[in-house]
Protein backbone atom coordinates (compact mmCIF):
# COMPACT_ATOMS: atom_id res chain seq x y z
CA UNK A 1 0.00 0.00 0.00
CA UNK A 2 3.34 2.26 0.64
CA UNK A 3 4.26 1.97 -2.48
CA UNK A 4 1.03 2.52 -4.37
CA UNK A 5 0.91 6.08 -2.54
CA UNK A 6 4.18 6.76 -3.07
CA UNK A 7 3.87 5.91 -6.99
CA UNK A 8 0.24 8.27 -6.98
CA UNK A 9 2.40 10.63 -5.68
CA UNK A 10 4.96 10.98 -8.32
CA UNK A 11 2.45 11.04 -11.20
CA UNK A 12 0.67 14.28 -9.57
CA UNK A 13 3.22 16.09 -8.89
CA UNK A 14 4.17 17.04 -12.42
CA UNK A 15 0.49 17.01 -13.42
CA UNK A 16 0.17 20.17 -10.71
CA UNK A 17 3.08 21.69 -12.00
CA UNK A 18 2.22 21.83 -15.71
CA UNK A 19 1.38 25.64 -17.31
CA UNK A 20 -2.62 26.26 -18.52
CA UNK A 21 -3.09 25.37 -22.24
CA UNK A 22 -2.05 28.48 -24.38
CA UNK A 23 -4.37 29.64 -28.15
CA UNK A 24 -2.98 28.84 -31.10
CA UNK A 25 -0.59 31.28 -32.85
CA UNK A 26 -1.66 34.32 -34.27
CA UNK A 27 -3.88 35.41 -31.80
CA UNK A 28 -3.61 36.79 -27.81
CA UNK A 29 -4.43 34.32 -24.87
CA UNK A 30 -7.53 34.75 -23.30
CA UNK A 31 -8.54 35.11 -19.56
CA UNK A 32 -10.58 32.90 -18.23
CA UNK A 33 -13.57 34.01 -16.49
CA UNK A 34 -15.23 32.28 -13.66
CA UNK A 35 -18.03 30.76 -16.25
CA UNK A 36 -15.29 28.91 -18.03
CA UNK A 37 -15.25 31.61 -21.38
CA UNK A 38 -12.92 34.10 -22.73
CA UNK A 39 -12.75 37.86 -22.48
CA UNK A 40 -11.75 40.85 -24.26
CA UNK A 41 -9.25 43.45 -23.99
CA UNK A 42 -11.79 46.03 -23.32
CA UNK A 43 -15.72 46.09 -21.91
CA UNK A 44 -17.80 44.10 -23.86
CA UNK A 45 -19.14 46.04 -27.30
CA UNK A 46 -17.27 48.72 -28.79
CA UNK A 47 -13.75 49.07 -28.13
CA UNK A 48 -12.22 52.45 -26.94
CA UNK A 49 -10.56 52.16 -29.79
CA UNK A 50 -13.48 51.93 -31.85
CA UNK A 51 -12.37 47.92 -32.69
CA UNK A 52 -15.07 45.61 -32.89
CA UNK A 53 -15.40 43.57 -29.51
CA UNK A 54 -14.76 39.49 -29.04
CA UNK A 55 -17.85 37.06 -28.27
CA UNK A 56 -17.70 33.51 -27.80
CA UNK A 57 -19.76 31.82 -30.89
CA UNK A 58 -21.19 28.49 -30.76
CA UNK A 59 -18.95 25.33 -31.23
CA UNK A 60 -18.58 24.29 -35.18
CA UNK A 61 -20.73 21.88 -36.15
CA UNK A 62 -19.16 18.21 -35.74
CA UNK A 63 -17.52 16.23 -33.36
CA UNK A 64 -14.58 19.22 -33.54
CA UNK A 65 -13.84 19.96 -29.65
CA UNK A 66 -12.43 23.55 -30.22
CA UNK A 67 -14.50 26.71 -29.79
CA UNK A 68 -14.35 29.56 -32.19
CA UNK A 69 -13.96 32.95 -30.37
CA UNK A 70 -14.09 36.21 -32.73
CA UNK A 71 -11.05 38.29 -32.09
CA UNK A 72 -10.20 41.76 -33.85
CA UNK A 73 -9.16 40.85 -36.97
CA UNK A 74 -10.37 36.93 -37.41
CA UNK A 75 -11.88 34.35 -35.59
CA UNK A 76 -9.65 32.31 -33.12
CA UNK A 77 -10.45 28.88 -32.32
CA UNK A 78 -8.94 27.63 -28.73
CA UNK A 79 -9.34 24.77 -26.74
CA UNK A 80 -12.03 24.96 -24.25
CA UNK A 81 -11.17 24.69 -20.38
CA UNK A 82 -10.45 21.51 -19.03
CA UNK A 83 -10.93 19.92 -15.14
CA UNK A 84 -7.82 19.15 -13.15
CA UNK A 85 -8.83 15.18 -13.31
CA UNK A 86 -9.68 15.44 -16.93
CA UNK A 87 -6.21 16.36 -17.48
CA UNK A 88 -4.12 13.18 -19.52
CA UNK A 89 -1.23 13.22 -16.94
CA UNK A 90 -3.49 13.29 -14.11
CA UNK A 91 -5.50 10.17 -15.60
CA UNK A 92 -2.07 8.22 -16.46
CA UNK A 93 -1.55 8.99 -12.80
CA UNK A 94 -4.96 7.45 -11.95
CA UNK A 95 -4.21 4.54 -14.22
CA UNK A 96 -1.13 3.88 -13.34
CA UNK A 97 -1.91 3.99 -9.52
CA UNK A 98 -4.63 1.49 -10.10
CA UNK A 99 -2.84 -1.09 -12.25
CA UNK A 100 -0.38 -0.70 -9.95
CA UNK A 101 -2.89 -1.57 -6.91
CA UNK A 102 -4.11 -4.23 -8.92
CA UNK A 103 -0.64 -5.53 -9.20
CA UNK A 104 -0.14 -4.72 -5.40
CA UNK A 105 -3.64 -6.55 -4.29
CA UNK A 106 -2.27 -9.86 -6.85
CA UNK A 107 1.31 -10.25 -5.29
CA UNK A 108 -0.21 -9.45 -1.87
CA UNK A 109 -3.08 -12.37 -2.47
CA UNK A 110 -0.26 -14.27 -4.52
CA UNK A 111 2.07 -13.98 -0.51
CA UNK A 112 -0.75 -15.03 1.19
CA UNK A 113 -1.32 -18.33 -1.00
CA UNK A 114 1.95 -18.57 -0.68
CA UNK A 115 2.11 -17.89 3.08
CA UNK A 116 -1.16 -20.56 3.56
CA UNK A 117 0.75 -23.39 1.65
CA UNK A 118 3.77 -22.74 3.56
CA UNK A 119 1.24 -22.72 6.50
CA UNK A 120 -0.75 -25.77 5.66
CA UNK A 121 2.47 -27.57 4.69
CA UNK A 122 3.50 -26.85 8.11
CA UNK A 123 0.15 -27.84 9.68
CA UNK A 124 0.29 -31.24 7.68
CA UNK A 125 4.36 -31.51 8.68
CA UNK A 126 3.17 -30.97 12.18
CA UNK A 127 -0.13 -33.32 12.01
CA UNK A 128 2.49 -36.17 10.38
CA UNK A 129 4.76 -36.00 13.25
CA UNK A 130 2.23 -35.70 16.01
CA UNK A 131 0.31 -38.83 14.49
CA UNK A 132 4.00 -40.56 14.40
CA UNK A 133 4.77 -39.49 17.48
CA UNK A 134 1.12 -40.91 18.55
CA UNK A 135 2.03 -44.04 16.75
CA UNK A 136 5.16 -44.38 18.60
CA UNK A 137 3.75 -43.63 21.80
CA UNK A 138 0.91 -46.10 21.11
CA UNK A 139 3.39 -48.81 20.29
CA UNK A 140 5.72 -48.05 23.56
CA UNK A 141 3.08 -48.01 25.71
CA UNK A 142 1.84 -51.61 24.08
CA UNK A 143 5.40 -52.48 25.06
CA UNK A 144 5.83 -51.02 28.37
CA UNK A 145 1.91 -52.72 28.66
CA UNK A 146 2.93 -55.82 27.33
CA UNK A 147 6.35 -55.78 29.76
CA UNK A 148 4.32 -54.94 32.91
CA UNK A 149 2.02 -57.66 31.76
CA UNK A 150 4.51 -59.92 31.18
CA UNK A 151 6.61 -58.65 34.53
CA UNK A 152 3.36 -58.73 36.98
CA UNK A 153 2.63 -62.43 35.60
CA UNK A 154 6.21 -63.77 36.50
CA UNK A 155 6.31 -61.93 39.66
CA UNK A 156 3.07 -63.65 40.39
CA UNK A 157 4.04 -66.73 39.22
CA UNK A 158 7.30 -66.38 40.95
CA UNK A 159 5.41 -65.67 44.05
CA UNK A 160 2.85 -68.64 43.85
CA UNK A 161 6.10 -70.57 43.37
CA UNK A 162 7.61 -69.28 46.32
CA UNK A 163 4.01 -69.82 48.30
CA UNK A 164 3.74 -73.43 47.16
CA UNK A 165 7.37 -74.14 48.11
CA UNK A 166 6.83 -72.83 51.25
CA UNK A 167 3.55 -74.40 51.65
CA UNK A 168 5.71 -77.60 50.59
CA UNK A 169 8.52 -77.43 53.32
CA UNK A 170 5.97 -76.43 55.63
CA UNK A 171 3.63 -80.16 54.39
CA UNK A 172 6.98 -81.67 54.47
CA UNK A 173 7.97 -80.71 58.33
CA UNK A 174 4.67 -81.49 59.46
CA UNK A 175 4.91 -85.31 57.26
CA UNK A 176 8.29 -85.81 59.36
CA UNK A 177 7.07 -84.87 62.86
CA UNK A 178 4.44 -87.72 62.05
CA UNK A 179 6.66 -89.92 61.24
CA UNK A 180 9.08 -89.64 63.58
CA UNK A 181 6.29 -89.79 66.65
CA UNK A 182 5.18 -93.33 65.65
CA UNK A 183 8.55 -94.55 64.83
CA UNK A 184 10.21 -93.32 67.96
CA UNK A 185 7.30 -95.21 69.64
CA UNK A 186 7.60 -98.27 67.80
CA UNK A 187 11.35 -98.52 68.32
CA UNK A 188 10.87 -97.76 72.04
CA UNK A 189 8.82 -100.39 72.76
CA UNK A 190 10.39 -102.49 69.94
CA UNK A 191 13.73 -102.19 72.67
CA UNK A 192 11.44 -102.48 75.58
CA UNK A 193 10.25 -105.92 74.38
CA UNK A 194 13.30 -107.00 73.50
CA UNK A 195 14.91 -106.18 76.67
CA UNK A 196 12.35 -107.71 78.47
CA UNK A 197 12.52 -111.34 76.38
CA UNK A 198 16.00 -111.01 77.65
CA UNK A 199 15.29 -110.85 81.32
CA UNK A 200 12.19 -113.47 80.94
CA UNK A 201 15.04 -116.04 79.68
CA UNK A 202 17.22 -115.17 82.37
CA UNK A 203 14.83 -115.69 85.11
CA UNK A 204 15.04 -119.04 84.78
CA UNK A 205 18.62 -119.46 84.14
CA UNK A 206 19.85 -117.68 86.84
CA UNK A 207 17.54 -117.48 89.44
CA UNK A 208 18.16 -119.38 92.82
CA UNK A 209 15.23 -119.22 94.76
CA UNK A 210 11.58 -118.24 94.20
CA UNK A 211 11.49 -115.76 96.55
CA UNK A 212 13.57 -113.37 95.50
CA UNK A 213 12.36 -112.65 92.09
CA UNK A 214 8.64 -112.04 90.78
CA UNK A 215 6.21 -114.31 89.37
CA UNK A 216 7.02 -115.80 86.38
CA UNK A 217 3.72 -115.49 84.85
CA UNK A 218 3.62 -111.83 85.49
CA UNK A 219 7.02 -110.98 83.58
CA UNK A 220 5.87 -113.46 80.30
CA UNK A 221 2.26 -111.83 80.27
CA UNK A 222 4.44 -108.13 80.64
CA UNK A 223 6.81 -108.85 77.97
CA UNK A 224 3.47 -110.55 76.21
CA UNK A 225 1.96 -107.00 76.79
CA UNK A 226 5.25 -104.96 75.14
CA UNK A 227 5.40 -107.22 72.41
CA UNK A 228 2.14 -106.64 70.77
CA UNK A 229 2.11 -102.72 71.37
CA UNK A 230 5.37 -102.47 69.37
CA UNK A 231 3.90 -104.80 66.24
CA UNK A 232 0.74 -102.69 66.66
CA UNK A 233 2.93 -99.43 66.17
CA UNK A 234 5.06 -101.21 63.45
CA UNK A 235 1.79 -101.32 61.42
CA UNK A 236 1.19 -97.58 61.76
CA UNK A 237 4.78 -97.62 60.74
CA UNK A 238 3.48 -99.10 57.89
CA UNK A 239 0.60 -96.72 57.11
CA UNK A 240 3.02 -93.55 57.01
CA UNK A 241 4.71 -95.24 54.07
CA UNK A 242 1.27 -95.94 52.34
CA UNK A 243 0.03 -92.27 52.99
CA UNK A 244 3.34 -90.34 52.11
CA UNK A 245 4.66 -92.05 49.64
CA UNK A 246 3.89 -89.71 47.40
CA UNK A 247 6.65 -87.61 48.50
CA UNK A 248 9.44 -89.93 46.72
CA UNK A 249 7.92 -92.84 45.48
CA UNK A 250 11.41 -94.87 46.76
CA UNK A 251 10.00 -95.13 50.26
CA UNK A 252 7.81 -97.92 48.67
CA UNK A 253 11.37 -99.70 49.89
CA UNK A 254 10.47 -99.66 53.36
CA UNK A 255 6.86 -101.38 53.11
CA UNK A 256 8.63 -104.28 51.78
CA UNK A 257 11.76 -103.62 54.47
CA UNK A 258 9.55 -103.29 57.57
CA UNK A 259 6.98 -106.36 56.50
CA UNK A 260 10.46 -108.51 56.15
CA UNK A 261 11.46 -107.61 59.18
CA UNK A 262 8.06 -107.91 60.64
CA UNK A 263 8.01 -111.42 59.31
CA UNK A 264 10.88 -112.46 60.88
CA UNK A 265 9.81 -111.27 64.37
CA UNK A 266 6.45 -112.97 64.21
CA UNK A 267 8.39 -116.58 63.46
CA UNK A 268 10.96 -115.99 65.99
CA UNK A 269 7.75 -114.94 68.50
CA UNK A 270 6.07 -118.28 67.81
CA UNK A 271 8.86 -120.13 69.40
CA UNK A 272 10.09 -118.63 72.06
CA UNK A 273 6.55 -117.60 73.18
CA UNK A 274 5.27 -121.48 73.12
CA UNK A 275 8.62 -122.60 75.34
CA UNK A 276 8.02 -119.23 77.44
CA UNK A 277 4.84 -120.86 78.26
CA UNK A 278 5.52 -124.20 79.41
CA UNK A 279 8.31 -122.44 81.03
CA UNK A 280 5.55 -121.18 82.97
CA UNK A 281 4.86 -124.13 84.81
CA UNK A 282 7.70 -125.04 86.06
CA UNK A 283 7.36 -125.11 90.31
CA UNK A 284 9.98 -123.32 92.97
CA UNK A 285 13.00 -125.95 92.86
CA UNK A 286 12.00 -128.22 89.87
CA UNK A 287 14.21 -126.58 87.34
CA UNK A 288 16.86 -128.84 87.22
CA UNK A 289 14.65 -131.48 86.50
CA UNK A 290 15.91 -132.74 82.92
CA UNK A 291 12.71 -131.78 81.30
CA UNK A 292 12.41 -128.51 82.80
CA UNK A 293 16.76 -127.82 82.24
CA UNK A 294 15.39 -128.95 78.56
CA UNK A 295 12.86 -125.93 78.22
CA UNK A 296 14.90 -123.85 79.56
CA UNK A 297 17.72 -124.14 77.34
CA UNK A 298 15.57 -124.19 74.54
CA UNK A 299 14.44 -121.18 75.60
CA UNK A 300 17.33 -119.51 75.62
CA UNK A 301 18.42 -120.78 72.24
CA UNK A 302 14.80 -119.08 70.98
CA UNK A 303 15.85 -115.60 72.76
CA UNK A 304 18.45 -115.17 70.09
CA UNK A 305 16.92 -114.98 67.37
CA UNK A 306 13.95 -113.35 68.73
CA UNK A 307 16.47 -110.11 69.93
CA UNK A 308 18.01 -110.31 66.51
CA UNK A 309 14.94 -110.02 65.19
CA UNK A 310 13.54 -107.44 66.95
CA UNK A 311 16.70 -105.21 66.83
CA UNK A 312 17.03 -105.77 62.98
CA UNK A 313 13.19 -104.30 63.22
CA UNK A 314 13.94 -101.79 64.96
CA UNK A 315 17.45 -100.64 62.61
CA UNK A 316 15.00 -100.85 60.13
CA UNK A 317 12.51 -98.44 61.51
CA UNK A 318 15.40 -95.90 61.85
CA UNK A 319 16.77 -96.19 58.76
CA UNK A 320 13.25 -95.47 57.24
CA UNK A 321 12.83 -92.38 59.41
CA UNK A 322 16.37 -90.72 58.49
CA UNK A 323 15.49 -91.17 54.86
CA UNK A 324 12.67 -89.72 55.33
CA UNK A 325 14.50 -86.93 57.40
CA UNK A 326 16.77 -86.17 54.54
CA UNK A 327 13.49 -86.56 52.22
CA UNK A 328 11.52 -83.70 53.98
CA UNK A 329 14.12 -81.72 55.43
CA UNK A 330 17.10 -81.68 53.88
CA UNK A 331 16.13 -78.76 51.89
CA UNK A 332 15.12 -76.62 54.66
CA UNK A 333 18.29 -76.55 56.71
CA UNK A 334 21.02 -77.99 54.02
CA UNK A 335 22.00 -80.67 55.55
CA UNK A 336 21.56 -84.16 55.65
CA UNK A 337 20.94 -86.54 58.91
CA UNK A 338 23.84 -89.91 58.69
CA UNK A 339 23.35 -93.53 60.00
CA UNK A 340 24.29 -94.46 63.51
CA UNK A 341 26.58 -97.15 64.21
CA UNK A 342 24.82 -100.12 64.17
CA UNK A 343 24.84 -102.03 67.12
CA UNK A 344 24.84 -105.16 64.85
CA UNK A 345 28.00 -105.12 62.68
CA UNK A 346 26.43 -108.03 60.23
CA UNK A 347 23.83 -105.39 59.49
CA UNK A 348 23.56 -103.22 56.71
CA UNK A 349 21.48 -100.00 56.41
CA UNK A 350 18.47 -99.93 53.78
CA UNK A 351 18.75 -96.50 51.96
CA UNK A 352 16.88 -94.66 49.31
CA UNK A 353 19.79 -94.58 46.70
CA UNK A 354 20.30 -98.10 46.52
CA UNK A 355 16.37 -99.03 46.58
CA UNK A 356 16.57 -101.08 43.58
CA UNK A 357 19.00 -103.17 45.35
CA UNK A 358 16.97 -103.55 48.44
CA UNK A 359 13.72 -103.98 46.60
CA UNK A 360 14.95 -107.54 44.98
CA UNK A 361 16.75 -108.25 47.80
CA UNK A 362 13.54 -108.37 50.14
CA UNK A 363 11.36 -109.47 47.15
CA UNK A 364 13.70 -112.18 46.19
CA UNK A 365 15.92 -113.11 48.86
CA UNK A 366 14.22 -113.09 52.30
CA UNK A 367 12.14 -115.76 53.98
CA UNK A 368 9.42 -113.22 53.97
CA UNK A 369 9.23 -112.60 49.94
CA UNK A 370 9.75 -115.80 49.18
CA UNK A 371 6.72 -116.92 50.85
CA UNK A 372 4.36 -113.60 49.41
CA UNK A 373 6.26 -113.64 46.09
CA UNK A 374 7.27 -117.25 45.58
CA UNK A 375 10.32 -117.12 44.89
CA UNK A 376 12.54 -120.29 45.40
CA UNK A 377 14.98 -120.12 48.53
CA UNK A 378 18.50 -119.64 48.02
CA UNK A 379 20.98 -121.75 49.95
CA UNK A 380 23.14 -118.71 51.09
CA UNK A 381 20.39 -116.32 51.95
CA UNK A 382 22.21 -113.95 54.64
CA UNK A 383 18.92 -111.63 55.99
Known sequence: MRVVVFVLFLLTVPALAQTPPQPPSGGKPSDTTQGGGVSTDGPTGTSPGGTDSISPVEPLPGNNPLRTVKGKNKDVQVEPPVGFWQ????????????????????????????????????????????????????????????LLTTQLKTQGENTERSNRHSEGLK????????????????????????????????????????????????????????????????IEVRDTIARWNVIDPRIRVFE???????????????????VGALCMMIKPGEEGLPANKNRIEELSILMVPLLKAYQRLKLTIEDYQRELQNVTLSELYGNKATQLDATDPSYKSVTLDEEEYWTKYFKEETPWGRTTFGKPEKPNDKS
Do not use: C
Open 256 to 274: YAIASRSYDVEQAYSGFSS
Open 87 to 146: TPQVQGAVTGAVIAGIFSVVSILGSLAIQRRQVKAQYDLLNRQLEKQQELTGKQLDTQRE
Open 171 to 234: LKKDIYEEIAKVSSLAQKDLQTTGTLALLYANRFKFRTSMTLIAPVHEEYGKWADIHFKAMGER
